[in-house]
Nanobody, 120 residues
Framework: QVQLVESGGGSVQAGGSLRLSCAASGYTDNNNCMGWFRQVPGKEREGVASFYDAGVNNYYTYYTPSVEGRFTISKDNAKGTLYLQMNNLKPEDSADYYC??????????WGQGTQVTVSS
């Protein structure tokens, strides 16, 4: 059973930075996709960034356009941890952020979330 635990959320002023971490346990090579999602109460969940591990230092990343150039997703296989470096944060980035793991077909496992609040 894969377990995901997010950390690193908090409150920052606009223009600031945060780094989210997602510690994964029970993760197998079959779960080669991991991603970050966010959700504001009353709104649909939004995909923020994804990381596809193609193996042997070969990977692909994707970002939703609103965070392109500001956010960076990365993964440390040795630590079993997924990161989301968020720079130049904007008030509209405020949300609960969730880590997910799965395959190219679907994300099967989700963390509990970490809250990010950006004040203007």
């Amino acid at each position: 059973q894969v377990q995901l635990v997010e950390s690193g959320g908090g409150s920052v002023q606009a223009g600031g930075s945060l780094r989210l971490s997602c510690a994964a346990s029970g993760y197998t090579d079959n779960n080669n996709c991991m991603g970050w999602f966010r959700q504001v109460p009353g709104k649909e969940r939004e995909g923020v960034a994804s990381f596809y591990d193609a193996g042997v230092n070969n990977y692909y990343t994707y970002y939703t356009p609103s965070v392109e150039g500001r956010f960076t997703i990365s993964k440390d296989n040795a630590k079993g941890t997924l990161y989301l470096q968020m720079n130049n944060l904007k008030p509209e980035d405020s949300a609960d952020y969730y880590c997910a793991a799965g395959t190219t077909r679907a994300y099967d496992y989700w963390g509990q979330g970490t809250q990010v609040t950006v004040s203007s």
